[in-house]
């Protein structure tokens, strides 16, 4: 926890503050959260980002490129696509980076802005807050209204309400997991499964079902535990975080000594700080902590506390800003925001991945080809000529067709026997597979395995790949 903590405290140990999760007793026993709805202008933005990545979470995996889909992990069938363009195994070593880029780019976001990814970007907190907690608002009311239904008996009224909600959270559980599942497998086959019937696919079927059981239990029970207990993110932002990062903070400087409201009071004159002492900022916290008492592991940087904050100071007349994004060094020292060694070092790592991840995209060519000899094969005379047979593997990484010949680059004079046509027609995203027999003039052939280059050219004449391999022959008595 933060250093910043106010002489209020000192009637609690400081001990309580580093060691109790906001959402649970003493005794270990979970503690239920019940956040009154906010408002204000962050809580307006958040909403726009809310509708924008809800509109992208639903919509892309409709959105289709060059007939590829824009995203698509099917791990099963080795199929992936981003941006619509495909990626095989072979290209997973670029998959890899990616990932670690995107750790690297959440870190460095971290070092510079806090927690910002889990208030604004996460999708935990996109479906609980925007989704499932605004359904809990409309059917059950707000804070004290949940509170209220909470504690009475279950007559028809909490019956009626619960089995409501719930119901309702299990329908956005499985929608949600449908969606999920068309980023894994695509849209039609979604369709597909639903259309022929859990029989026709059981396997898959008790997959969404458990899934979507997931959901349920993270959004209707879990919920803001995932972030204290469940998430890795919350327990590395400690390690990433400083003086020198914005976060969402209590300006206990200006805020203390706290105490209640008082009319035609002038505070300064009577040794009282700006806070009043409403506790607003913490009945709104979906993570059920007091922010005053420091940066603290459940915050997620939601921003409620400062809109609740700014609406109070409004009402009785003093400054907006008692919470608000600041540095830890601003509001002790109140030092202004700058760009530290760390946060350059870590930024100059980020350029230089993005910069190498680039390349790999850009050099990973459009095609590859493989020439593997059959298991157990070996050299076979025909014609007066020493031949051996090759599979070939194409590969189009592209989204174009491809009209395709192959050529022996290395040793000269060969023939190439392609069973029918010498051109290859290779469609867009597709993997094709043939035989051909490689053969060469006795004289050609100089060791028992010679290496060989074999170069496959486009229609244009162009070489879009090589591949080098060994070419077998009879064994040559050297003397």
Known sequence: MSTLHSDFQASEPEEYFRNSVGTMDEAGKRKWVYPRKPKGKYTDYRKYVTYIL???????????IHH???????VIDRKFFIFGQPFYLQDFFILALGAVTSVIFVMLFTVVFGRIFCGWLCPQTIFMEGVFRKIEYWIEGDRNKQMKLDRQEWDR???RKRLT???VFALISLLITHFMFMYIVGYE????????????????FLSMIAFAATFYFVFAWLREQVCTLVCPYGRLQGVLIDKHTINVYYDFKRGENRSKWRNHEDRKTAGKGDCIDCQQCVVVCPTGIDIRNGQQLECVNCTAC?????????????????IRYATEAEIENREKFRFTSRMKATAFCLALLIGFLGFLMYDRGSMEAKFIKPAGSTFFVKDGKIANTFIYTFLNKSNENKVLTIKVLHPANAEIDF????RIILKGDQIIKGNINISFPEKEIKFSKQNMTIGVFDEKGNMVDSFETVFEGPFQLVL
């Not at 809800?54 to 289709?64: A, D, E, Q, T, W």
């Not at 400062?306 to 008692?322: H, R, S, T, W, Y």
């Open 189 to 204: 086959e979604v369709f597909s499964i639903i259309r022929q019937g859990p029989a026709e696919h059981p396997l898959k």
């Open 157 to 159: 009224e909490k019956i």
């Open 419 to 422: 069973f029918g046509t010498d």
């Open 165 to 167: 909600k719930w119901a």
């Open 54 to 64: 809800l509109i992208l979470f639903f919509g892309l995996p409709f959105v289709k």
């Open 306 to 322: 400062i809109d609740a904050c700014d609406e109070v100071m409004e009402k009785v007349g003093l400054p907006k800003g008692l």
């Open 68 to 74: 590829n889909p824009f995203l698509l992990f099917n």
